[in-house]
């Protein structure tokens, strides 16, 4: 385990005189231990004494699982054991009662909501409907609720996480061109959807990529007027002068980017150029103010009056950016109007505006991931961006 | 909304004398309404008086909304409003207040574990974390626990399901055709799932399948020793003579098919032909058995035995089927050793011997989708087979 995350955890236990924390949610284990589950049925156990423990169903892939950590597994996908779960719950709470760990409450995060996808991202883990319940009753001492606590380590992403995350950003680069090598009138949305998803996927198995999925979503011409309520993907086949938005998440290794660009077929007016090149100033200037100490709300408000300036203020109706990074969206302070959140050091956060709209005819989103370094920021993703060229 | 749905909704109020239930997974809302929401934050209200409202965000696609229901939306996504989940709750429990609901308690099933992504799978959906709580206090008579009777309403399938899972296995036909046509010496596992990915989403906005998607895996040659512990792609090249298992779930409109072939790169040895034609023949007395009134335990003995008395039991370490339809996995009794559920009219199963190990190096299964009928049964993916043609 690393030794930032350990430093992390032991505090907040410290802090609210914990036993031991509960980490089960799929982005979790990736935040905790840079291991994404097969099933998403694995739980760290980060006790009080610093020993923690990682318990994983049997049928877990062996060489996904993380090393320098004690290991130990639970019946679930056993077809001769009636009840899988009694027995992690009766290990669990063995664990807790045997160290002294019981004298304190326990915490965990309770909802799943929002959380990344396990491996097998066609369905929700198949966690027992007690779950919460038997958590709860761990420890003798009960529970406590951090939960504010636990969701501020998404926020801070050490160098081993961006050594991941970099690594992601490398893949999705692939993606990006695939993306612009589609843009061909008479090739489908879905078409282009497809070829970059092939483009991540290929990637398995190469540079220590041991998973890689993109979710493209493409919207073309007039399907991107809708742009800033939803993404998809549609059957809808592309034409001459029109510009295509491609939001995307990338996933390798349980590490994620948020990407979105916007492409063209052909030559488009200058109307819709001077669109592009709004957003595409507008997020340069925003980029531009990022540094520790700078106030997310002032970053928003930047890119906000930019585009309230141009005349496209009322097509632009979502915030600025979010953190990323251990999930398509992790959680925090987001970049938009009036939020106090402010930047620090490690912080990975995209910058996205977009003007979209039945008035428009479309939409345009052009989004980046920043990292906020010691005294500026990096784009991760600083792919060319081609009508910008 | 369907009648035959209506009713059986009725049965559950009216047996547990409740004020409304109230549908929130993804796979519930394709049960209740035929309606895979977008962004999974979507809430049906059944009530008692049988006048039943959707609750949908703001940012939900119009397009994709049920017809023949009262459709009211709250502000989620929307930047003006500081706290949309209090707005709907607030609209939520003014309904249940109104109409005299309010003398009976609400119901709902409180776990998300196991079911269906919403059409963004890439990230499950921005539940508020108090949701459980706060779907707890809508009636002043408070919850009751219907979880069972809930869970019963997956089993069946009906005339509408039925035309639905359908179109589902048309899709997966021409995906299955994909796999056999990728399966050549040097390509990879990533580019055979990648390629099936591409022909499945390709269908998006043909033959009336707005969302269409599979997750296909692809375990090659010794890989494949693992398929009845998980299900994964890997970079691994195929090479010649060996044995290529496709596991696959595909959605259309929020249907699920649930498929497994095991394919050959070229002539495999009599010993890897006996392993396939083991399972294919088990697979096949398991599927002729099936009707209404045969106990579900049976079914899967004739498949165990089978594969027993050809001397691979041993290898063959997972049960026989399981219900489908909603979601990759429908909860419910299945076929397994000793399992005492009754086929009836309009299940769905699935029926899925393997065999698998280090010892054989390598697994075979195969999975088909069986619907069962007033005097018998209908395999919806009734798809050749090239090891056993």
Known sequence: MNVQKRLMFQQIIKQHSLGALVFWRPDELVLALGYMPQWGLSFLVYT???????????????????????IRKFPWGNINCADPWKDLFSQLKDLIGKRGLNKYPVSFIKNIGGTAPCRMSGEQPHLPYDLIEQLLGLSDSGFNDVTNDLLKLYLYKNEEDVRCLKLVHEVAAMAIQTFYNNLKVGNSEAIIASAIEMEVQTMTGKNGAHFAKAWPLIQSGVNAAFGGRFNRTTGRILEESEMIM??????????????????????????QKKIFNTVFEAQQLAISMMKPGVKMGEVDAAARTYIDKA???????????????????DPGPTLSPGSVGVLEEGMLLTVEPGIYGMEINGGVRIEDNVLITADGCLVLSDYPKWLSI
């Not at 009080?48 to 004690?70: H, S, T």
């Not at 491609?246 to 200058?270: F, K, P, R």
């Not at 005349?311 to 969206?329: D, E, K, P, Q, W």
């Open 48 to 70: 009080r004494d610093d020993a923690p423990v990682l318990f994983v169903p049997e049928l877990e892939p062996d060489d996904i699982l993380p090393g320098n950590i004690e």
């Open 246 to 271: 491609l939001e995307m998440s990338v996933c390798v290794n349980g590490y994620w980017a948020d990407i979105t660009h916007t492409g063209q077929t052909s030559v488009v007016s200058d109307h």
């Open 311 to 329: 005349g496209f203020g009322h097509l632009y109706n979502h915030a600025l950016g979010h953190h990323v990074g251990f999930r398509y969206h």
